[in-house]
């Protein structure tokens, strides 16, 4: 599990990376300024989940039996899909129902939070 979630948690930040150049290169003149601000949060969101990732994947090396560094992990995988994705879609199509969609992945990426503080707590018992 380890090593998916540090490959995962890489992923995501090389698409950050692309995603980001991408917007402020190609998307600036053809995205108005909401989705374009709407876009941008996909992208800073993403990243830090991507490097949330990356710690829960260094952690799980050495806790690879822990089910609350699992279960963060996934946690934040799901986020950045559904938080994120939602957040790349609305930017691009304009489709607002999208927009109800979002907190579905906020509430993983706060389920991954507490999943690693808990974590964290058990590790320095």
């Known amino acids: 599990m380890a090593k998916l979630t540090l490959f995962i948690g890489a992923t995501a930040g090389l698409l950050g990376v692309c995603l980001g150049a991408f917007g ?73 129902w999208l927009g109800a969609v979002t907190p579905v992945g906020g509430i993983g990426f706060i389920g991954g939070w507490i999943c690693l503080m808990l974590a964290a707590l058990k590790v320095l018992d």
């Open 24 to 96: 402020a290169h190609a998307l600036r003149s053809r995205l108005d300024d909401y989705a374009m601000g709407v876009f941008e949060t996909a992208v800073q969101y993403q990243f830090y989940h991507a490097l949330a990732l990356l710690a829960a994947g260094v952690l799980l090396v050495n806790q690879p039996s822990s089910l609350l560094l699992k279960s963060s992990a996934w946690l934040f995988t799901a986020g950045v899909l559904v938080f994120s994705g939602s957040l790349y879609v609305l930017s691009f199509t304009g489709i607002k």
